[in-house]
């Protein structure tokens, strides 16, 4: 048998330093959930040549989202809207986000952003961000 220590003001500590952050986070530049109704799931991975994203937009054409690249930030927005049924609802819950979604991703600076690469398919935005090729190192003669 094992002692373990009761500490009471534990979770008093875990809440003070939840409410903290969420205080704290509000002055970031982020704006991705100040903005949006509702942020969509992605997943980013890293390849040795390039990045990709799969972000989930189902219900949303993909040629309804605006994508930009500026200044290294990688930017989608868009809107999804709820479509109202003909007959009245007695109960509902809703899970799945609705109305206008903004995400951002602040991209390294060994992307090349002329290339990047966007399509739809099963509900899924896929970019391609090819990266730059990385400069090699070079051998500088000192002149006598």
Do not use: C
């Not at 992307?111 to 935005?125: M, P, Q, S, T």
């Amino acid at each position: 048998m094992q002692a373990v220590r009761y500490e009471p003001w534990r979770l008093m500590s875990r809440l003070h330093d939840d409410i903290n952050r969420t205080f704290t986070d509000w002055g970031t530049n982020d704006t991705s959930s100040a903005t949006a109704d509702w942020v969509p799931a992605a997943d980013i991975e890293e390849y040795v040549d390039r990045f990709e994203l799969y972000v989930d937009i189902p219900g949303i054409s993909p040629k309804d989202v605006e994508i930009m690249l500026e200044g290294g930030v990688l930017t989608l927005a868009g809107s999804r809207e709820h479509t109202r049924p003909s007959e009245p609802i007695s109960r509902h819950r809703r899970e799945r986000g609705e109305g206008q979604f903004y995400r951002r991703f602040i991209l390294p600076d060994s992307v090349n952003g002329e290339k990047v690469e966007a399509r739809g398919r099963d509900g899924v935005l896929e970019i391609v961000i090819p990266k730059q090729a990385a400069a090699q190192p070079r051998r500088i003669k000192v002149a006598a």
